[in-house]
């Protein structure tokens, strides 16, 4: 899935945690980039919208296409994206205030 072309990078940060290490961005889209991120939240081939994030299932409810496990969903922030990529998670959270902002976060 594509970024909208409309966005700001708010927050480009790198953490080292020891042997591992964070990168965090926050992103911030005008009107339309927010209207057609949705869109491609809502239409990308891992939404799932029946998806309780809180659930102890969780893990369990990502979907698989041809190898990678991830899943968009609901969540009470707004959408959450997550994907393990062997020891590397992924995390997206697009905050439901106006649904501008998105946060990124990547651990290794």
């Known amino acids: 899935m594509k970024l909208p072309k409309d966005f700001r990078v708010l927050k480009d940060e790198y953490q080292d945690m020891w042997q591992d290490y964070c990168i965090f961005y926050d992103i911030q889209f005008d009107n339309n980039a927010t209207t057609e991120l949705i869109k491609n939240i809502q239409t990308s081939k891992f939404y799932n919208a ?24 609901k969540s009470d922030s ?14 997206i959270e697009m905050a439901n205030n106006t649904y501008k902002k998105l946060a990124v976060q990547c651990f290794v």
């Open 78 to 91: 707004g959408y959450r994206f997550s994907y393990q990529d062997g020891l590397t998670s992924y995390s």
């Open 50 to 73: 029946d998806v309780n994030p809180k659930s102890m299932r969780y893990d369990s409810l990502f979907i698989t296409i041809n190898k990678e496990k991830a899943i968009w969903c």
